[in-house]
């Protein structure tokens, strides 16, 4: 089992940039796939970015692709999302969560677990 909390998450106009940061405690995290999703007031909570095991693979969703980065450090148990460009439509609570499956997933039901989420708010 492992323990995950998030943070960094604040207030940013648009363009500005964040990092968030993920603590996982527990059993080690390089045991687990590692994902952020995000979830905005009245939306389903979405995928965001997803890494493997030891880092060798990362995959984006469309609408952050590009501006998005997604990180490890295993030695630390940390997981980070840093967010260039940020917009309006970024708006969210970001979550990160923890899959003992094998390979990256996007769908929040196959992760085993999360955080309790920080808020992340860009105004225009």
């Known amino acids: 089992q492992v323990q995950l909390v998030e943070s960094g998450g604040g207030s940013v106009q648009a363009g500005g940039s964040l990092r968030l940061s993920c603590a996982a405690s527990?059993?080690?995290?390089?045991?687990?796939?590692m994902g952020w999703f995000r979830q905005a007031p009245g939306k389903e909570r979405e995928f965001v970015a997803g890494?493997?095991?030891?880092?060798?693979?990362?995959i984006y969703a469309d609408s952050v692709k590009g501006r998005f980065t997604i990180s490890r450090d295993n030695a630390k148990n940390m997981v980070y999302l840093q967010m260039n460009s940020l917009k309006p439509e970024d708006t969210a609570v970001y979550y990160c969560?923890?899959?003992?499956?094998?390979?990256?997933?996007?769908?929040?039901?196959?992760?085993?677990?999360w955080g309790q989420g920080t808020q992340v708010t860009v105004s225009s």
């Open positions: 890494i493997t095991r030891y880092g060798s693979r990362t």
């Open positions: 527990g059993r080690t995290s390089s045991t687990y796939i």
């Open positions: 969560a923890a899959d003992q499956g094998l390979i990256i997933r996007t769908i929040d039901s196959e992760y085993d677990y």
